[in-house]
């Protein structure tokens, strides 16, 4: 008699070596599909490490990353442009009244530093949170919450209207080029990159500033946001103080056909 476990045992099926067994046949499915994950992974990576890679940045932090960058190419600009005026000055070629002309012109394209008496504004998001304070009014959708574009264009026009002789705008001069711009809830300006809040810092009679900015509609429609919804304003004077000269490149860059 044999022991064979092969040996069919009694009141066994004679079909039982051919019956399905769905345990093995997920098994098999388990390890195809690691196989496919794994090849996927190989192919996407291209010998790449697809946790490090920079191309699979994100978008901010490549924005981010530029604007850093930019903000080290502007401090070499300032510093060779300080080593040229330098060599300028100690060259005899020009008369005195040539240089003065000159320094008079830099001052009032900015590219020179600025003191004087000044006030700041400063502008800030609603709590993301912000219900509406005042009857009336209906709740907030995100858009009334956030720091736009026209705001920061209404506060600089309005310093300028108050007779502003310099503005700065976060660390940065403006000049006659300069192009406030937001894209989403972050500013741009000149190459740069900027979360709220947003401050600006404008050099003149804080009298007259301060009248140019109530006088303003642009402003005075933003308020109704500040008081209903909560959005930041702050109006400081802050004595004396300098803006820094420009620093950026003044070289006009504009669209031209293609030949």
């Known amino acids: 008699m044999s022991n064979s476990a092969d040996s069919p045992q009694p009141g066994s099926s004679p079909d039982r ?5 769905p345990a093995r046949v997920l098994t098999v499915a388990v390890f195809a599909l690691a196989g496919l994950i794994f090849f996927t992974s190989f192919n996407t990576a291209k010998g790449t490490n697809i946790r490090t890679d920079t ?29 040229v005026d330098s ?9 005195e009244a040539e240089d003065a002309r000159l320094t ?18 400063t502008l800030n998001d609603a709590p993301p949170d912000a219900t509406a304070k005042l009857p009336g009014y ?20 309005a310093l300028w209207q108050g007779g502003a002789k310099g503005i700065k705008v ?33 050099v003149g009679d804080p ?26 304003w702050k109006v400081e004077e802050n004595g004396t103080v300098t803006l820094p000269g420009y620093s950026g490149t003044v070289d006009l860059h504009y669209a031209k056909p293609v030949e």
């Open 17 to 21: 070596r051919g019956r399905f067994r």
């Open 55 to 83: 191309s699979l940045l994100k978008l901010s932090d490549l924005i981010q990353e530029r604007s850093h960058k930019n903000g080290e190419l502007d401090e070499a600009n300032a510093t060779l442009r300080e080593q």
């Open 87 to 95: 060599l300028a000055d100690a060259d005899d070629g020009s008369t």
């Open 104 to 121: 008079a012109l830099e001052k009032d394209a900015g590219t020179q530093k600025l003191k004087g008496k000044a006030i700041t504004v």
């Open 138 to 157: 209906p709740e907030p959708q995100p858009d009334y919450l956030v720091i736009h574009q026209q705001d920061l264009q209404a506060v600089v026009n």
């Open 170 to 202: 976060m660390d940065q001069r403006l000049i006659s080029t300069s192009a406030v711009r937001c894209v989403g809830n972050t500013l741009i300006l000149q190459g740069r990159v900027y979360s709220p809040p947003y401050k600006i810092t404008a």
């Open 207 to 232: 009298g007259k500033l301060r009248k140019a900015l109530g006088a303003s509609p642009a402003i005075q429609n933003y308020m109704v946001y500040v008081n209903v919804y909560g959005l930041g």
